[in-house]
């Protein structure tokens, strides 16, 4: 391959892992349940809405549940929903999905092509001698602080 493809298959590389980190951030700490079962007794929420540590973490469950595509109708345990919160969650569900096909489309694309370059004995290209890795992080922290930035002036307004 030419010295030209090398730099587009980088460029390539740095935009899949770049993607797939995002979307890891997004769905490790939805798929972690552990996690909020803690946040119930640490934000107090059986004393704040009084009710019982198993009746929260059932909603919490069959809302997630839902959510990941586990269950096909909405439900969340003892807790009462309008239709326009169940309308909310199936946008939510909708967002899940996509984030989970991007996980998968960036990690099989990612391994698709390092199993290329390794059997044609290449090297993704290093733009200014470093690798695609360290610009996908790279980008993700000057964006990250982009949008940091926006919501220190106007909160609200990044927001929406």
Request: net charge neutral; glycine share 6%.
């Amino acid at each position: 391959m030419n010295a030209k493809n090398m730099k587009i298959i980088s460029i390539v590389i740095s935009i899949l892992i770049a993607v797939l980190i995002v979307t890891l951030s997004i769905t490790l700490p939805i798929i972690f349940r552990p996690f909020y079962y803690m946040q119930i007794e640490s934000l107090g929420l059986v004393e704040e809405t009084g009710l019982k540590y198993e009746y929260i973490k059932q909603a919490y469950d069959e809302v997630m549940d839902y959510c990941l595509g586990f269950s096909s109708e909405f439900s969340a345990g003892v807790l009462w929903f309008s239709e326009e919160g169940a309308s909310h969650f199936a946008d939510v569900r909708t967002l899940f999905m996509i984030d989970f096909a991007l996980i998968f489309i960036c990690a099989t694309a990612l391994i698709t092509i390092f199993i290329i370059l390794k059997k044609k004995k290449l090297s993704p290209y290093r733009f200014k001698g470093r690798s695609a890795p360290f610009w996908s992080v790279a980008s993700l922290g000057g964006v990250s602080a982009l949008i940091g930035i926006a919501c220190a002036i106007d909160f609200q307004e990044t927001f929406i």
